[in-house]
T-cell receptor, first 115, second 116 residues
Framework: AQSVTQPDIHITVSEGASLELRCNYS??????LFWYVQSPGQGLQLLLK??????LVQGIKGFEAEFKRSQSSFNLRKPSVHWSDAAEYFC?????????????FGIGTKLQVIP | DGGITQSPKYLFRKEGQNVTLSCEQN?????MYWYRQDPGQGLRLIYY???????QKGDIAEGYSVSREKKESFPLTVTSAQKNPTAFYLC???????????????FGSGTRLTVV
């Protein structure tokens, strides 16, 4: 069974500082990995996804993530955080299960941005 | 623009009542999903449907029911058997099959259900 661990429940960074959100996954084969962002009271928006190939993936809003198979990690990064990045971030792992996308989500990391 | 519409945004339910949450998509996606979100617990899968007139239970289906009579619509009914229904409910859709390049969900903006 697949699983996702986001070890940080809350993270606070200063505006303009760099950001790294951690994600570890468990899956027997090559995983499909995702990062989603959720603003308060809203649905989730896909930031980026990894399936194969280049292990550094670029996403929207200036985010990137790096897949490291040896560490079973898929950490999300941004060089300079903006106040509008304050939100909750979810890492997810997907797999093909009987012809449908079975996606398991982490519990989320809430990002606070201070001036 | 294509997307998923969930309604209502806020819903209040009295004890013992059934309520139905609406989810409509115009993305021509085959697969649709319902998730429940509680603080500190992430998203938990309630039901999913890969094609019209077919759906499967997810991890927490007890106390919920769904129907999939049209490709565009996947309503969720929260029944009186659901003992703790207060939560944020999210509907999502995706292309089906094994074409991994199309993987990734599109989410609606959610319905917040509160028991009063």
């Amino acid at each position: 069974a697949q699983s996702v661990t986001q070890p940080d429940i809350h993270i606070t960074v200063s505006e303009g500082a760099s950001l790294e959100l951690r994600c570890n996954y468990s899956y027997g084969a090559t995983p499909y990995l995702f990062w989603y962002v959720q603003s308060p009271g809203q649905g989730l928006q896909l930031l980026l996804k990894y399936f194969s190939g280049d292990t550094l993936v670029q996403g929207i809003k200036g985010f990137e993530a790096e897949f490291k198979r040896s560490q079973s990690s898929f950490n999300l990064r941004k060089p300079s955080v903006h106040w509008s990045d304050a939100a909750e971030y979810f890492c997810a792992v997907g797999a093909n299960s009987g012809g449908y996308q079975k996606v398991t989500f982490g519990i989320g990391t809430k990002l606070q941005v201070i001036p | 623009d294509g997307g998923i519409t969930q309604s209502p945004k806020y819903l209040f339910r009295k004890e013992g009542q059934n309520v139905t949450l609406s989810c409509e998509q115009n993305l021509n996606h085959d697969a649709m999903y319902w998730y429940r979100q509680d603080p500190g617990q992430g998203l938990r899968l309630i039901y999913y449907s890969q094609i019209v007139n077919d759906f499967q239970k997810g991890d927490i289906a007890e106390g919920y029911s769904v129907s999939r009579e049209k490709k565009e619509s996947f309503p969720l009914t929260v029944t009186s058997a659901q003992k703790n229904p207060t939560a944020f409910y999210l509907c999502a859709s995706s292309e089906s099959g094994t074409g991994y390049r199309n993987y990734g969900y599109t989410f609606g903006s959610g319905t917040r259900l509160t028991v009063v």
